[in-house]
């Protein structure tokens, strides 16, 4: 079945610390993207990717970086430059395609993120 | 820039109700217009999705009908269940742009 995988579930961080976030999608898709959500609140957009070895930031990401080495693959890396972490993340991917604006963004069953 | 405004929640029903959700759109362009749904804990799941002017995106008994002169898009189901208790967000895609979402509106049904 094809679809998006996200590891851990859930993940704990102590301070000073940094954590990498697993994305992994089967979709074929060129775009991904990561976001931040908060208790009863709406998407943060943090990074997006829309070809293999180029990503862009997206509203919220300092203290957060990425890499995109395969088009599969999109881990965010929490940095302890991100003084409030605790969230849900949840990763993304899309086909992209300026002109095809109708598709779908799918999105992976998220990682809630605790700060120790 | 674009943007979504959607209705304050949370909203509370009783089983069978009718519900509504509104959504409004601002928008530079022709974007898409989406409607996800997310069970707690879980990752959001594409509802139902218009593409231009006038079409109806439905799923599962929920419906939404792009309407450009009123720049809405508001999601409807004649006879809610339990199980639609989630969290439901509005979104939009434009040419060349990624997907803006609104904030989200919790519909909690009772039995």
Redo the contacts between chains.
Sequence with gaps: DGG?T?SPKYLFRKEGQNVTLSCEQNLNHDAM?WYRQDP????R?IY?SQIVNDFQK?DIAEGYSVSREKKESFPLTVTSAQKNPTAFY?C?SSIYS??R??????????T?LLVL | GNSVTQMEGPVTLSEEAFLTINCTYTATG???L?W?VQYP??????LL?A?KADDKGSNKGFEATYRKETTSFHLEKGSVQVSDSAVY?C?L????Q??V????T?LSVLP
């Design positions: 998006i996200q993207y009863g609140q709406g998407l957009l997006y997206g949840l993304a300026h002109l604006v109708g598709e779908t963004q799918y999105f992976g069953p998220g809630r | 022709y974007p898409s989406f996800y804990g879980e990752g959001l799941q594409l999705k593409t967000f979104a895609r434009d040419y060349g990624n997907f979402f609104g904030p989200g919790r």
